[in-house]
């Protein structure tokens, strides 16, 4: 008792049962595996308990994943250590492809101990409020964009080619309706496409106007603001950012910022690719390393990237750093 005073709970987390594993302190310290307990917050409040009589000090970890952070709540509530591990960075041997629960909690167990896991951040639950509202505005969008695909193929098959510059805009929706088509059939599903463009873009709508109306009571209101200085940026776009984000201030220097979404700066673009990053200093940002010291999770990193590649990236010459390769 005296000589493992402290332990390291990993915990295999799924829908209906978590597998839960015990590493004592020490090299040589005891690992057990402890089964598995149902999900619910009475089974993880008695195991617990039961650890919390043995133990003098409890760290308790699982991977990040689709079960949320009620259980790191639960376990901080209860006054006890709690790690969410970025499961990109959880080490892994070579060859080692058998997975069960058992190893898995045993697993994060061990690594716990060594001290070999990444945590993620963990937003607080308004929080993970406003990133659930943006995230379903982006899934909205997208939703979106699909009707609206399936609207021009279906035009681009009858031969139907649209006079204007501007798709999708008040005067484009007209000469849509406006279209008199051969067969009725066709015509019905012209109609049940064009509802379904409407009826996306109104549940955009009231998706953005859901954000614009929560933003003053958000903890982050006057960064989004901050935000909105930058060229390009609007009210939804800095949500979205900072949803994924979250306090800016947590980050020590604009690199850990970049690490922490997956972006980086090249520092040698190969020759071949030197003249696209000169033309699109977009292009020459994203994608070109990864940096995991703030990992966000591979959801978040999408999000963002997805966010910032809407807006228009228009550098001023004489504002704007020149780029390895570009000419005076």
């Keep these: 008792m005296d000589q493992h005073s402290r332990a390291f709970v990993g915990i295999d987390t799924s829908?209906?049962?978590?597998?839960?594993?015990?590493?004592?302190?020490?090299?040589?310290?005891?690992?057990?595996?402890?089964?598995?307990?149902?999900?619910?917050?009475?089974?993880?409040?008695?195991?617990?308990?039961?650890?919390?009589?043995?133990?003098?000090?409890l760290t308790f970890c699982y991977e990040a994943g689709p079960t949320g952070y009620g259980l790191y709540r639960l376990i901080r509530k209860l006054g006890h250590d709690c790690i969410v591990a970025a499961p990109s960075l959880i080490p892994k041997k070579p060859g080692d492809r058998v997975k069960t629960n058992r190893r898995d909690a045993v697993g994060l167990?061990?690594?716990?101990?060594?001290?070999?896991?990444?945590?993620?951040?963990?937003?607080?639950?308004?929080?993970?409020?406003?990133?659930?509202?943006?995230?379903?505005?982006?899934?909205?969008?997208?939703?979106?964009?699909?009707?609206?695909?399936?609207?021009s193929s279906f035009m681009l098959?009858?031969?139907?080619?649209?006079?204007?510059?501007?798709?999708?805009?008040?005067?484009?929706?007209?000469?849509?309706?406006?279209?008199k088509l051969e067969h009725r059939e066709q015509r019905i599903a012209l109609e049940e496409l064009l509802g379904a463009v409407r009826q996306e873009s109104e549940r955009v709508e009231r998706l953005e106007q859901a954000i614009r109306d929560a933003v003053p009571e958000w903890s982050l209101a006057e960064l989004v603001t901050a935000l909105q200085a930058m060229r390009g940026v609007d009210l939804v776009a800095a949500v979205t950012v900072l949803?994924?984000?979250?306090?800016?201030?947590?980050?020590?220097?604009?690199?850990?910022?970049?690490?922490?979404i997956s972006v980086s700066y090249p520092l040698k673009a190969p020759?071949?690719?030197?003249?696209?990053?000169?033309?699109?200093?977009?292009?020459?940002?994203?994608?070109?390393?990864?940096?995991?010291?703030?990992?966000?999770?591979?959801?978040?990193?999408?999000?963002?990237?997805?966010?910032?590649?809407?807006?228009?990236?228009?550098?001023?010459?004489?504002?704007?750093?020149?780029?390895?390769?570009q000419r005076k």
Excluded at 22 to 30: Q, S
Excluded at 161 to 172: F, Q, S, V
Aim: hydrophobic share 35%; aromatic share 4%.
């Design 15 to 57: 829908k209906l049962r978590n597998a839960v594993a015990v590493a004592e302190d020490g090299r040589g310290g005891d690992v057990r595996y402890l089964g598995e307990i149902d999900t619910t917050e009475a089974a993880t409040r008695k195991l617990v308990t039961k650890l919390a009589a043995k133990y003098r000090q």
């Design 109 to 151: 167990a061990k690594l716990s101990r060594a001290g070999d896991l990444t945590a993620v951040w963990v937003p607080d639950e308004r929080h993970e409020a406003m990133r659930d509202l943006s995230r379903a505005r982006e899934a909205a969008r997208k939703d979106l964009k699909g009707k609206r695909q399936q609207v």
């Design 157 to 179: 098959r009858l031969g139907r080619h649209y006079p204007g510059k501007k798709t999708w805009g008040p005067a484009h929706m007209n000469w849509l309706m406006l279209q």
């Design 243 to 260: 949803a994924e984000i979250g306090d800016l201030s947590r980050f020590q220097n604009p690199r850990e910022l970049m690490g922490g």
């Design 271 to 325: 020759p071949a690719t030197r003249s696209t990053a000169a033309a699109s200093p977009r292009l020459a940002m994203v994608g070109r390393g990864v940096s995991w010291s703030k990992p966000l999770g591979a959801i978040g990193i999408l999000h963002v990237l997805a966010a910032t590649s809407r807006q228009r990236w228009r550098p001023h010459r004489g504002r704007c750093a020149r780029l390895p390769g």
